[in-house]
């Protein structure tokens, strides 16, 4: 009996030190979030650490860029949602009418996309961050919520910029916003390979990264998307709501919810005395950004931005004198995806009620489609 005793204790002290001995972003890398830009393949190779060591984390490959670095989404939940990740994609879609059913849905589906313009890069850094804290702290709002997480759209742009900052960066990094690391030369790291910005491109699918991400989004249909953003060095950060005036097909419920996710995120911000905007400047017109297309495609879609862009490097002095540094674009980033998580997670079955009435007033019954 004490045997069976010992032996019970040491499986589940075995178990705490299996959870508690995944290595952060930092440990992995060997650098501080914020000390430097990852390059892309260290990024994926975070992400494949991570989902091989644990079972409620999973890497899906869906596509290739121009230049052939890899397209990835991660799914991240609870490790019995993980094993019965196809039976909810299917309950969510048939809520939709996009195949047949009735089945109910009670997960919330949030989707989290990064780096989409290449330069605006403490995004994916934000992203592995992210992973982290869900995978370690937040672990209770995974019960109830799948979080899809893209960490970098445009790995191609990505690594264009990360590869030229590196390049010419003083060391330590130089504040003064003349300094030649923070004047990125054209075409920039913003758009992929052949210089198109993907955040033009949802509606459209003209760019190989475009056609396989919507490929599979439109095999999801999450609940929530947010696209990360940068913006100019003294802008204060900025998330929803978005400015008016709003398209006629956003329901009252996409416009109430993205008010409740920015309140979230500014119980956060408030407490750390972080600036922030709302209701200006980002719109939810044109149908090809990337919270427009999945607004119209049911979910709340949203933009959030960040101060820093191509221009801020590790770290520059800005228009008011203070430091922006990465390291703070990174950790803003980390708390606006984290609280996107939390309030979904609270609203789980509201969200999936919405949603389905969202597609009442739309027959997709008439469209032949096979998933
Ligand atoms: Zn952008």
Known sequence: ??????????????GTLYSQSIQSPSEFLGYEIGARFTR?????????????????????????????????????????????????????LSQTGIIAGNATNKKAIVWLS????????????????????????????LENTVVILDPCINPDGRDRYVNW????????????????????????????????????????????????????????????HVDFHEQGINN????????????EIITDWQRDFQTQIGKNHARYFDKEGWLYFTKESFDLLYPSYGDTYP?????????????????????????????????????????????????SSKHAEKLNIEFKKFFENFNFKSIKVTF
Do not use: C
């Open 114 to 141: 990064y780096n989409v313009h290449g330069n605006e890069a403490s995004s994916t850094e934000a992203a592995m961050l992210t992973l982290y804290e869900l995978v370690t702290n937040k672990k209770a709002w």
């Open 295 to 343: 607004t119209y495609m049911g979910a709340i879609g949203m933009t959030y931005e960040q101060a820093g862009h191509g221009r801020a490097g590790l770290g520059i002095q800005t228009d008011a004198g203070e430091i922006l540094t990465l390291k703070d674009r990174a950790i803003h980033h980390m708390t606006t995806g984290l609280s996107t998580v939390e309030i």
């Open 236 to 247: 204060p950060y900025y998330f929803a709501p978005a400015a008016e005036p709003f398209h």
């Open 40 to 92: 892309h393949h260290k990024v994926v190779a975070y992400f494949k650490y991570v989902s091989t060591a644990l079972k409620n984390v999973k890497l899906e490959k869906y596509g290739e860029t121009n230049e052939h670095r890899p397209l990835y989404v991660t799914y991240i939940s609870s490790q019995e949602n993980i094993i019965n990740l196809e039976n909810i994609r299917k309950e969510n």
């Open 165 to 224: 900052f590196n390049q010419v960066k003083s060391t330590p990094y130089n504040i003064d916003q003349n300094a030649k690391e923070h004047s990125e030369p054209w075409p920039g790291g913003r758009p992929n390979h052949y210089l198109f910005d993907l955040n033009r491109d949802w509606a459209w699918v003209t760019q190989v990264e475009s056609q396989k991400r919507i490929a599979i989004y439109n095999k999801w249909m999450p609940h929530i």
């Open 1 to 14: 009996m004490k045997i069976k005793v010992t032996l019970l204790l040491l499986v589940l002290f075995a």
